[in-house]
């Protein structure tokens, strides 16, 4: 038995790292991956909270939008060095994104990329596009 237990310990070495080297690695996942190490161990729950590097891709099977929504709703980090969103227009309201937009803006945003935000519908040749808000325009110092 504690033959076993010393190789888990050996063995989990990336639980050891000093923890600025453990942001750098998560900085480099998407959303959903980041959010999935919070599995790996009781120090690396909350990690991802603090990363100020936010990328969001559409997954099959997942409710993109909530998904976001509770990742934000966890999200600690006062600043947001990348927000990244890579999605479907047509299954997220306006409103979602404004909030979504919002979030960053308050979060002193330095990089802001929104991917797909014009759509087609049946009924329409030309795309349906999303207006930014003004919010996002202002600058604070």
């Given at each position: 038995m504690?033959?076993?237990?010393?190789?888990?310990?050996?063995?989990?070495?990336?639980?050891n790292?000093?923890?600025?080297?453990?942001?750098?690695?998560?900085?480099?996942?998407?959303m959903?991956n980041?959010?999935?190490?919070?599995m790996?161990?009781?120090?690396?729950?909350?990690?991802?909270?603090?990363?100020?590097?936010?990328?969001?891709?559409?997954?099959?099977?997942?409710?993109?939008?909530?998904?976001?929504?509770?990742s934000?709703?966890?999200?600690?980090?006062?600043?947001?060095?990348?927000?990244?969103?890579?999605f479907?227009?047509n299954?997220t309201?306006?409103e979602?994104?404004?909030?979504?937009?919002?979030?960053?803006?308050?979060?002193?945003?330095?990089?802001?990329?929104?991917?797909?935000?014009?759509?087609?519908?049946e009924?329409?040749a030309?795309?349906?596009?999303y207006?930014?808000?003004?919010s996002?325009?202002?600058?604070?110092?």
């Amino acid at each position: 038995m504690e033959i076993e237990e010393d190789i888990v310990e050996k063995s989990d070495f990336i639980s050891n790292l000093p923890e600025s080297l453990l942001f750098s690695i998560l900085s480099l996942l998407d959303m959903y991956n980041m959010r999935r190490t919070s599995m790996l161990s009781k120090r690396w729950r909350y990690l991802w909270t603090y990363i100020p590097r936010m990328d969001f891709h559409e997954r099959r099977g997942i409710d993109f939008a909530a998904f976001v929504d509770k990742s934000l709703s966890l999200h600690v980090a006062p600043k947001i060095e990348k927000f990244r969103f890579h999605f479907d227009s047509n299954h997220t309201s306006d409103e979602q994104i404004d909030a979504w937009i919002k979030f960053a803006v308050e979060r002193f945003v330095v990089e802001f990329d929104f991917e797909d935000l014009a759509w087609w519908t049946e009924e329409e040749a030309d795309p349906i596009l999303y207006k930014i808000p003004d919010s996002l325009f202002c600058c604070r110092f």
